[in-house]
């Protein structure tokens, strides 16, 4: 049976694919592959579009996972599914063979900062970590030192403190490859790393 349509149905910030297609889930309740893909790709450019294929490997996990159903099948007409488990407005982590996978170490650390507080590399990597998906002292070290060069940690010595002002969203800033640290939740990048390799200097 189809629930009443939700409230809140996108977190807040910038959206990964997945969040974008969980989201026109919590809308459409009931959709097919090309209904999903027409919601998701409205106004957006081609760079930006989520292919069919994503889409179907993200539902084949959700199916199996017992979170999206199967409708029944109508000769030569597109297979329907509908949302029968809605989990909330984050878009659940989910492997194609519907095992659920736990929350990042990253969003597990954003979260620990703010309960901690204040804190040592080492007691944020014991609280964000988890049975079966600890946290990496290295990891932990890593992405404190680009929260503080972002101005999100204050250090002091081997301590950290989370500045609550500074608290942008439920999203953890992320580490990108060319060396910045983007906000999702502002969609902006808030620090970046010097060039390296450059002769004018």
Not at 49 to 73: E, F, N, P
Request: charged content about 30%; glycine content about 8%.
């Amino acid at each position: 049976m189809s629930q009443a349509p939700a409230r809140h149905c996108s977190p807040a910030g910038v959206l990964t694919d997945r969040e974008r297609l969980w989201a026109a889930m919590r809308e459409l309740r009931v959709f097919t592959i090309r209904d999903l893909c027409r919601a998701v790709n409205t106004g957006k450019d081609r760079d930006a579009a989520i292919s069919d294929s994503k889409a179907k490997d993200y539902l084949a996990g959700l199916v199996r996972a017992g979170i999206v159903g199967k409708g029944l099948t109508v000769r030569f007409e597109p297979m329907r599914f509908e949302l029968i488990s809605d989990t909330g407005v984050r878009a659940p982590r989910v492997r194609k063979d519907g095992t659920m996978l736990p929350e990042s170490g990253r969003n597990r650390m954003w979260k620990a900062m703010q309960i901690l507080g204040e804190f040592s590399t080492r007691e944020l990597m014991h609280a964000a970590s988890i049975p079966g998906a600890a946290v990496a002292y290295s990891e932990a070290k890593t992405y404190c030192g680009w929260l503080a060069r972002g101005g999100y940690l204050v250090q002091s010595g081997e301590r950290f403190r989370f500045i609550r002002a500074r608290f942008t969203g439920s999203k953890a800033p992320q580490i990108l490859r060319v060396k910045q640290l983007f906000d999702p939740n502002t969609d902006k990048v808030v620090y970046a790393s010097d060039p390296e390799g450059r002769d004018d200097l």
